[in-house]
């Protein structure tokens, strides 16, 4: 039976639907779900941060990739909320994309994971396999992915 659903929110148009969908499916089982999001490590080296400093250069600070994540997070618990679920859960965290999933899906005790099948990957996931693919191959659940 499945009573605890996690759902990856990334932000982009497929994980919404993964959040709809799963939304819907928390619902007709009357599961609990946790809307998790992954930031990517970010660390500039101190000799660059500096240099950008410097030369007066923007440069992206973690703690507004925290902030981004809680905004993503926000619109999914409103979607969660509007799709008629009370028992959600919202938790950002920061580290190698799928296998954060992955883990805390593990330490969740998820009988499902639900992932948008196209994200706001980079080059790098197109040439190695996307997010959701290594999900499926690293989860020891189930892994539904949304289109």
Do not use: W
Request: hydrophobic share 45%; net charge neutral; charged share 25%.
């Amino acid at each position: 039976m499945i009573t605890k659903i996690l759902i990856a929110v990334d932000g982009s148009s497929h994980s919404l639907k993964g959040v709809e969908f799963g939304a819907e499916v928390a619902k007709g089982l009357s599961a609990k779900i946790l809307l998790y999001h992954v930031v990517k490590p970010y660390n500039l080296p101190d000799s660059l941060r500096e240099f950008a400093k410097a030369e007066h250069m923007a440069t992206i600070d973690a703690d507004l990739l925290k902030i981004g994540a809680q905004h993503l997070l926000a619109g999914a618990l409103d979607a969660a909320r509007k799709a008629g679920l009370k028992e959600v859960e919202i938790e950002a965290d920061e580290g190698p994309i799928a296998r954060s999933i992955v883990a805390r899906a593990k330490s969740f005790g998820a009988d499902l994971i639900v992932i948008g099948s196209r994200g706001m990957g980079d080059v790098e996931g197109m040439l190695r396999g996307g997010v959701s693919h290594r999900v499926e191959t690293l989860a020891k659940c189930p892994v539904l992915v949304v289109k």
